[in-house]
């Protein structure tokens, strides 16, 4: 008889402890799921802006290329393509010495 009642406690137990996990693993994944919806957000309002700021630079770069046009300042303009073409050549510099980077070290993560 008091085996019975021991059996019975622990099961008691054990469905309170699995009730707990069930709840606590709930709410994890509600918090972590209102975590990844902020960060969704922040990071959906951080493209808009950079978007909102390259727009704003290129068309203050074309308005100065029609203002340079209008007023024949040709020497201007030979800077100014002068520089978007430093700027274009640095960046795809750049961008091609970090791909390379970035499998080089995927080749040392893979070996290593």
Known sequence: ?????????????????YENNFEYAKNSLRIQTEENKSMREIERKREKNLLTIIVIVIALFFS???????????ELLI?????????????VTGYGLGLQKSKW??????TG
């Open 105 to 110: 070290k995927g080749k040392e993560e893979a």
């Open 79 to 91: 800077e100014m393509a002068k520089v978007v073409g430093y700027i274009f050549g640095g960046g």
């Open 1 to 17: 008889m008091k085996d019975l009642e021991i059996r019975k406690r622990e099961l008691e137990n054990k469905r309170i402890q």
């Open 64 to 74: 100065l290329i029609i203002l340079s046009m209008f007023m024949n300042k040709d």
